[in-house]
């Protein structure tokens, strides 16, 4: 079985930094690609940062510039350094990650969420 857990959220203030991080630990063989998403209270789900197996990355535009999407393979790791926050930044945000396991089964995993609120 495959679990990811995120960590990193938290309260910060409008121009303040915040980096969050998925870790994927069980019976992952490789990691494939990655996509972080946020979903503000009554909008839905929107994809803000992806990175593919290779390393290439996009951004929503709204994020451009602020966020940068990152992973390390030997630590089975994604993060998303976050800067310049805004309070429209505020939002829960969702790892989704594209995982091969060891019996070469390839499935996608969503993360459970972690709360990012940007006071102004």
């Known amino acids: 079985q495959v679990q990811l857990v995120e960590s990193g959220g938290g309260l910060v203030q409008a121009g303040g930094s915040l980096r969050l991080s998925c870790a994927a630990s069980?019976?992952?063989?490789?990691?494939?690609?990655v996509h972080w998403y946020r979903q503000a209270p009554g909008k839905q789900r929107e994809l803000v940062a992806a990175?593919?197996?290779?390393?290439?990355?996009n951004y929503a535009d709204s994020v451009k510039g602020r966020f940068t999407i990152s992973r390390d393979n030997a630590k089975k790791t994604v993060s998303l350094q976050m800067d310049s926050l805004k309070p429209e930044d505020t939002a829960v945000y969702y790892c989704?990650?594209?995982?091969?396991?060891?019996?070469?089964?390839?499935?996608?995993?969503w993360g459970r969420g972690t709360q990012v609120t940007v006071s102004s």
């Open positions: 989704n990650v594209d995982i091969t396991s060891w019996s070469r089964i390839r499935r996608n995993y």
């Open positions: 990175i593919t197996s290779t390393g290439s990355t």
């Open positions: 069980g019976s992952v063989f490789t990691i494939n690609a």
